[in-house]
T-cell receptor, first 116, second 109 residues
Framework: GENVEQHPSTLSVQEGDSAVIKCTYSDSASNYFPWYKQELGKRPQLIIDIRSNVGEKKDQRIAVTLNKTAKHFSLHITETQPEDSAVYFCAASKSDRGSTLGRLYFGRGTQLTVWP | DARVTQTPRHKVTEMGQEVTMRCQPILGHNTVFWYRQTMMQGLELLAYFRNRAPLDDSGMPKDRFSAEMPDATLATLKIQPSEPRDSAVYFC???????FGPGTRLTVL
């Protein structure tokens, strides 16, 4: 099956700086790459996703890039704010049994701390 | 506001007792996932369903765990008998993009 690795496991940045979290995947058939944010004691929430026919996607201060050749994708957060502090999970998925998407394989998460 | 709901939100029980967790997926979503989250193991997929049929339950200990979708609006995860190592937060997620429910925090004493 798919194997998703995520780095770093912890990341501390000063407010206003940028943060980058990187993930690699093993299955070249994977074609969907979402990112989730989980605040303490809350549910993981989808914040951005990218499909394999796109190299980059932006949504305000967050962006995701995908390099299919190298099988890695990254989350970029610019102008970080204390409320960005959370655990971020990457995941990968591929088409499954006739459906457009199958199960997700998650990375282990990155604890991001943004200091004011 | 379409959201996944889960009940109960918290459950404390004693070892050996049966635990049933329920999930109501977002209306119209035909794919439902069950995850377990612990500090040590992270997010683990236990099982998932499409159109109420189980597609993959390989992550679930078969001797004590069972998952069903009696209808399109209800998914259940049952543990019988429960053990202290089952203590975790159990999430249900709905839809291909996987919108997560609030979770059930289970503590088995």
């Amino acid at each position: 099956g798919e194997n998703v690795e995520q780095h770093p496991s912890t990341l501390s940045v000063q407010e206003g700086d940028s943060a980058v979290i990187k993930c690699t995947y093993s299955d070249s058939a994977s074609n969907y790459f979402p990112w989730y944010k989980q605040e303490l004691g809350k549910r993981p929430q989808l914040i951005i996703d990218i499909r394999s026919n796109v190299g980059e996607k932006k949504d305000q201060r967050i962006a995701v890039t995908l390099n299919k050749t190298a099988k890695h994708f990254s989350l970029h957060i610019t102008e970080t704010q204390p409320e960005d502090s959370a655990v971020y999970f990457c995941a990968a998925s591929k088409s499954d049994r006739g459906s457009t998407l199958g199960r997700l394989y998650f990375g282990r998460g990155t604890q991001l701390t943004v200091w004011p | 506001d379409a959201r996944v709901t889960q009940t109960p939100r918290h459950k404390v029980t004693e070892m050996g007792q049966e635990v049933t967790m329920r999930c109501q997926p977002i209306l119209g979503h035909n794919t439902v996932f069950w995850y377990r989250q612990t500090m040590m193991q992270g997010l683990e997929l236990l099982a998932y369903f499409r159109n109420r049929a189980p597609l993959d339950d390989s992550g679930m200990p078969k001797d004590r765990f069972s998952a069903e979708m009696p209808d399109a609006t209800l998914a259940t995860l049952k543990i019988q008998p429960s053990e202290p190592r089952d203590s975790a937060v159990y999430f249900c997620a709905s839809g291909l993009e996987q919108f997560f429910g609030p979770g059930t925090r289970l503590t088995v004493l």
